[in-house]
């Protein structure tokens, strides 16, 4: 024991491990050698090689942050009702593959009875992309699975049914770096003010000109306050975006109630019929109440149903917007369209309607 | 409730009181809080004192609308990155917890899994962590979470022994995602597991020992669906497409238009082409213009059956994706339209391109630069200079609409392209 610590064990680096160990049989036979696909329902996707070989799939959601007695939940489903094979969707629903058609609905049975919801496929509101929030980052002004939990309890319905007029990609982010990324909805915790700063703390605990170098806006200037070196904020360019905080953490961003949501739409990353696109802000200010965040779900599902009620097949939340117009979609959903709305950044040029194309 | 309230007065057995995660319980959403509170109350687990003060913290989160958790330095033995450390700024209250680090792990390609590897994560992560696993973190990583500074070592020997490293973070490479690809999709342009362990096996050393400017991602998607998000959350995004034609198979056409309909089909599939490129004949047979086709994959998501991507498949490559820190939000820029990805040799010739562009990243971008921010300090043809890459129209949306552009050396920089045109179309030119 004494001679292990005195000589530690070198890392073996490996790197990226191969999946192919892991691969349901078919995959490894039909690679790269695929025909097509259909879904015979929600949650099930049916792939056919040219071999003539099908492949089924069952997709469910699950928490993301998983027990190990949830995970092993998952393994006994997947050893007892499928072939033992599963993978992970960039959204976090788990998908079990299967070579036999008849073990499709047993194990649609048997995930729906252990409390994993069987969808997220096509035309649906699939899991929240989400960010790790108050359980384990360092800078974040609300919850990840938690406020996530609730609007996927509220929007479950419409993640069991392909009902919608294309695919919903929702995601939440608990800072204003936005590490859920960009969604059809994406609903982002938006600063208020300014940081505040313990001038006591800055001195020890911050590279003053790494800081200053953070502001987008050249917001931040060494200061000497209370005969210590410090940092001081012109509070009137401040932009309030928190990218001196993560560097800085006396610089703190978050307030009880400066800490607000805002809800932002039309972003999409596939490069399907138009060209992908970053998601717009539709409202701001809502209160960062935690855990149900019930002013931000309302919204929320307003935009849902709104979307689709009247978007046509296909289009995505960005589309829909694109065809009917902005100012149609505010007043669909009953929000407020503000001085806010209108881009400052730069290139916010060419953000304006530079036409006479009105929607009246 | 403010800070510096007692919060921790506890139940007779010492439980932290969880009022408001209690109310993440019900729904028929399946609940992280659930699961926390089945590891707090695992009799004689390890990790069981570290879950009730973790559930208490949070729960502390909850009611402050705070969070207390702050940064540090941990590694492993030969390492420099991939532990995300995190100590407790309330361990007063919630001793158990006060250190709950991350250990980054980098998942097979294509996020695969069979059920005896899942069990094999969890025996270890029950063993030395906190049994919380999430499978993945936006970094595609899976995430370990909830480790003492003590057991981040063995935890990690322990993944290691079994074939899995740690993957990046900080200023370095970071872990890369690739799609299903291959394994299960038709419409996979190129084998994502072989592009994705190739370059990041070989750059690794820039995972390990982060010395970048900031960070560097690579993302695979073998179509241009793109559902790894590679165009938004990637410095390097590689995305499948071909350079042949789109495969029709007429049957299969008059098929979908007979099951679905005629109107149906001009509307969904027709009209929505991005570039006008499809018609509909009178005998339901379909007709595509491919030369005016950007391969955005719409009418092949459509008709699944009917029509897919051509054989002459490879990707396309683009650079400089990132979130809105510092300049505003930017996609990756369209800068090889179409590489051949299927001998080794094309596979090799990614791999040496992707070190290129890491290098260029490493010797120009600004400290905390990304790659797209350095590109558009220093303008496109700049790095396209660097990198000795030829322009290309679809680099662009449209040529510059300003006259504040030097062109006293176009003249040979025409010459560049009728040359390169010459050579791809198989002339023999004069040196």
Known sequence: ?360 | MKDGDNVNDGDQNGVNPTPMLDQLEDGPWPSFVTGLKRLRDTEGAQYAPMMNDLLGQLNHSYETRRGYWKGGTLSVFGYGGGIIPRFSEVAGDYPASKEFHTLRIMPPAGFHYTTGLLRQLCDIWEKHGSGLIAFHGQSGDIMFQGCTSENAQIAFDELNEIGFDLGGAGPALRTAMSCVGHARCEQSCFDGVKAHRGIINKLLDEMHRPSMPYKFKFKFSGCGNDCVNAIHRADFAVIGTWRDDIKINQEKVKEHIAEKGRKYTIDTVVSMCPTRAISLHDDDTLEIDNKSCVRCMHCINVMTKALSPGDDRGASIMIGGKRSLKIGDLMGTMIKPFIKLESEEDFEALEDFAEEVMEFFADNALEHERIGECIDRIGVPAFLDALDIPADPNMVNHPTTSSYVRTDDFDEEAAKWFERKATESGMVVDS
């Open chain 1, 1 to 360: 024991m004494n001679e292990m610590k005195a000589k530690p064990r070198m890392p073996d680096e490996v790197g990226v491990p191969d999946p192919k160990p892991f691969m349901h049989p078919l995959s490894i036979k039909n690679y790269g050698t695929w025909d097509y696909h259909d879904r015979p329902r929600a949650g099930v996707l049916r792939h056919v090689a040219k071999s003539g070989d099908e492949l089924f799939t069952v997709r469910a959601g699950t928490q993301r942050q998983m027990d190990v007695y949830t995970i092993r939940k998952l393994c006994d489903i997947g050893d007892n009702y499928a072939d033992g094979y599963v993978r992970f969707t960039t959204r976090s629903n788990i998908e079990f593959m299967v070579a036999d058609e008849a073990k499709v609905a047993p194990l649609i049975e048997a995930l729906s009875s252990n409390g994993f919801p069987v969808g997220g496929t096509g035309a649906s509101v699939s899991m929240i992309s989400h960010t790790q929030g108050w359980l384990h980052c360092d800078i974040p002004g609300t919850d990840a699975s938690g406020v996530v939990k609730g609007l996927m309890d509220m929007l479950h319905s419409e993640f069991i049914k392909e009902e919608m007029p294309n695919r919903v990609r929702i995601t939440t982010s608990c800072c204003q770096i936005n590490c859920g990324g960009q969604g059809d909805i994406a609903i982002n915790v938006q600063y208020t003010k300014p940081p505040k700063i313990n001038h006591d703390l800055v001195a020890n605990v911050c590279e003053r000109p790494a800081v200053v170098a953070r502001c987008p806006v050249a917001a931040i200037r060494p200061a000497m306050v209370n005969g210590k070196p410090s940092l001081e904020i012109d509070e009137k360019k401040c932009v309030c975006c928190g990218a001196c905080y993560p560097p800085c953490p006396p610089m703190q961003i978050n307030g009880d109630d400066s800490t607000k949501i805002a809800i932002w739409v039309g972003g999409k990353h596939s490069n399907a019929r138009s060209k992908p696109t970053f998601h717009k802000l539709v409202v701001a200010n809502l209160p960062n109440n935690a855990p149900h965040w019930p002013e931000v779900n309302a919204i929320v599902l307003r935009i849902v149903k709104a979307y689709k009620k009247d978007a046509k097949h296909w289009e995505r939340m960005g589309e829909w917007i694109e065809r009917i117009g902005w100012s149609r979609f505010f007043e669909m959903t009953e929000l407020a369209f503000t001085k806010h709305h209108i881009d400052t950044w730069t290139g916010s040029r060419k953000t304006m309607n530079q036409s006479a194309h009105v929607h009246l």
